[in-house]
């Protein structure tokens, strides 16, 4: 008996194009933590100290040390079958297209092709001064000092912060993707954070059928065609087999 519906399966062996949206839910099986479960990083620092280019500016050894931590911790860290699973979609769909708000380079690592970073990613530091990339943003938390450039700026993560707008290359990437998919799973997002929330409705607005695997309900549960509770890890490997012993079934 299939965990996934039979309407989302014909959907989805039909296909031309799969939008996947991932969220920290994603990557929280390869041990990095997401942001809003009760364990998560919100649950011990607030947003507010640390995810805004204001609270950098006020606290910048607080903020790069944060961040110092969490990009050992990305590099530390490996796909998990949900990265692969994803990226073995590849192999039976014709267009993929991977909009994630993760920063940690983990569905590249797994071999995904097309992936758009909607959030920026945790390997890339520049100075908000001059701009240029800078080798290390690495600070100790009891540091004197911030990180700085050359120039003497402040060097800060290529992320996207709280009231930055993403990049338009980006975002345009994201919108065409979420509009012109046959079919848009999301994996792991609350669904809280716009405007990256606003894509599976967009994609359910355009005809696309959207579903989500989580481990709870989320903020777009109630508008979209179905809910798959369960693990990342778990649910993507399950859904691929079941594609790959539907295409066997196909071609004897
Ligand atoms: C599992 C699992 C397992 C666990 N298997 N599942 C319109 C309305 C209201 C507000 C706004 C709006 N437009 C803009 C805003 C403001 C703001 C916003 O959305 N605020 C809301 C919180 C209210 N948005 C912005 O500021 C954005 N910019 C913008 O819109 O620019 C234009 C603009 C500017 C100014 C004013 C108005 C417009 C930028 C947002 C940037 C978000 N940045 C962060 C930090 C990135 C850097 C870093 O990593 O430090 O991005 S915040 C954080 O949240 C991070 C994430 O990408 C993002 C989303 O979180 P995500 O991935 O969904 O994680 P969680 O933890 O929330 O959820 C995990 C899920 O996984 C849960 O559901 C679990 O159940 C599940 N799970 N384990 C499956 N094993």
Redesign the pocket.
């Known amino acids: 008996m299939s965990l996934f519906t039979p309407e989302f399966l014909d959907r989805l062996f039909s296909a031309d194009h799969v939008t996947v949206l991932t969220?920290?839910?994603?990557s929280?099986?390869s041990g990095i933590a997401?942001?809003?479960?009760p364990d998560?990083l919100w649950s011990k620092s607030s947003?507010a100290e640390l995810?805004s280019y204001d609270a950098f500016v006020r606290n910048p050894v607080r903020v790069q040390s944060w961040?110092s931590a969490?990009i050992r911790a990305v590099l530390g860290a490996d796909p998990n079958p949900c990265h692969v699973s994803v990226a073995a979609l590849e192999e039976l769909v014709p267009t993929v297209t991977v909009v994630t708000?993760?920063?940690d380079r983990l569905h590249h690592r797994a071999g995904s092709t097309n992936v758009v970073e909607l959030?920026?990613n945790?390997i890339d530091t520049y100075c908000v001064t001059c701009g240029e990339t800078c080798t290390t943003l690495e600070v100790d938390p009891d540091a004197s000092e911030p990180a700085k450039c050359v120039c003497g700026g402040l060097v800060r993560p290529a992320?996207?912060?709280?009231?930055?707008?993403?990049s338009r290359t980006a975002f345009d990437a994201a919108v065409m993707a979420a509009s012109r998919c046959d079919v848009c799973i999301c994996?792991?997002?609350?669904?809280?954070?716009?405007?990256?929330a606003s894509l599976p409705i967009l994609a359910s607005d355009h005809g696309s059928y959207v579903v989500e695997?989580?481990?709870?309900e989320?903020a777009i549960s109630d508008r979209i065609d179905a809910t798959v509770l369960g693990?990342?890890?778990t649910l993507m490997p399950l859904l691929i087999n079941e594609m790959r012993e539907q295409s066997n079934v196909g071609a004897h």
């Open positions: 969220g920290a839910g994603a929280a099986e997401t942001f809003r479960d998560g947003p995810a961040y969490r708000q993760n920063v959030h920026g945790l992320v996207v912060w709280f009231g930055e707008t993403l994996i792991g997002t609350s669904a809280e954070v716009q405007p990256a695997f989580n481990v709870r989320t693990r990342a890890g």
